[in-house]
């Protein structure tokens, strides 16, 4: 397994915190607020594909956002290629945003549907100076071909295809601007099983092509699995446990992670009889999160020190990227492994 520290990342993410005011509140000193992302230090390494996966409500698609510079944090930076996005001035960020784009979830509010395909294509390369009209055609023609749609598609309006075709349709409004990276924020959580393996393997298809490093943001473990490099699991604004994707399979520590793979469903007949870790109770209010580890009131195996101290992500071994915020399932790791 390559360590992190013999890669050079693309984007870091440090301290990274997003607070929104409770629906219905005014906004003011005492306004109550909700912790969508609590404290976050993420590295993307170019050419990955990085998946983060986790529960309705985990902060996952707003760190999407902030990646994007969508929206600016409560505080901490996205730093990207040494340059943080949230400090940065509007025409360098206008600039920067070409080399970072997004695939959102729900194809029809991300595409004009009062612009034909073309349009929707056109407009943003335009804009952005990255071909001039006369070579619109034919940068249009290239980027049709590029998802799997027909040429003669283009001049269409995107109430005219199925949920597969808006979505390839979203893929190349994002390639449109020659990103670096993009964002995919559930793009096939919307679609049939069948369309969406086309759109995972088109994605593949392309990053091995264009060059292109993902962020993948998911809750089916499936899908995740299939197209990623790494995979941070999260849960109620922070990462609990990252890996390399064949190693978190193999070896989960964080009860968390554990909980997540014993509630998918299993392809091998032989293992489906086996003991489960089942969570009870609810996700707390994010309005009112927990004090120490956030996942205390959920974990079979919690201490008391859990309930007020605020576990960081430490390496399972030295120098390894495998990284869990669980000290208690980690001591009894090493405790393990020293009697063997």
Do not use: W
Not at 248 to 274: E, I
Not at 276 to 286: F, M, N, T, W, Y
């Amino acid at each position: 397994m390559q360590k992190d520290n013999d890669r050079n990342p693309l984007i870091v993410i440090s301290g990274l915190k997003k607070y929104y005011p409770a629906k219905g509140m005014h906004i003011g000193r005492n306004t109550p607020v909700i912790h969508a992302v609590d404290g976050v230090d993420l590295e993307i390494y170019e050419g990955e594909t990085l998946g983060i996966v986790g529960e309705s409500g985990c902060g996952k698609s707003t760190i999407g956002r902030q990646i994007v510079a969508l929206e600016k944090p409560t505080s901490g930076h996205v730093i990207y290629q040494g340059e943080s996005l949230s400090d940065m001035p509007f025409d360098r960020l206008r600039k920067i945003r070409t080399q970072i784009q997004m695939v959102f979830q729900d194809s029809n509010s991300s595409l004009n549907p009062r612009k034909q395909v073309f349009d929707i294509l056109a407009d943003p390369m335009l804009y952005h100076g990255i071909v001039g009209k006369d070579g619109l055609d034919a940068e249009i023609d290239r980027l049709m071909d590029l998802v799997g749609l027909p040429r003669s598609m283009k001049h269409r309006y995107p109430h005219e295809f199925s949920g597969g075709q808006r979505q390839r349709i979203g893929i190349a409004k994002a390639l449109c601007v020659k990103p670096k990276l993009i964002v995919c924020d559930e793009p096939v959580s919307a679609l049939d099983v069948s369309v969406q393996a086309q759109i995972l393997n088109l994605l593949k298809q392309l990053q091995d092509e264009l060059k292109l490093t993902y962020v993948f943001i998911s809750h089916g473990l499936g899908a995740v699995r299939y197209v990623s490099t790494r995979i941070a699991i999260m849960y109620l604004g922070r990462i609990v446990e990252i890996a390399d994707t064949q190693e978190l399979f193999d070896d989960p520590v964080h009860p968390y992670t554990n909980a997540l793979f014993d509630a998918s469903p299993l392809p091998v007949p032989k293992l489906r009889g086996r003991q489960r870790l089942v969570l009870k109770g609810d996700i707390p209010s994010a309005l009112n999160p927990p004090k120490g580890c956030k996942f205390h009131t959920r974990c079979p195996y919690a201490l008391e020190s859990c309930m007020t101290e605020d576990p960081k992500l430490i390496p399972v071994e030295e120098g390894s990227g495998h990284k869990v915020a669980c000290p208690v399932l980690l001591a009894r790791r090493i405790k393990r492994e020293s009697h063997t």
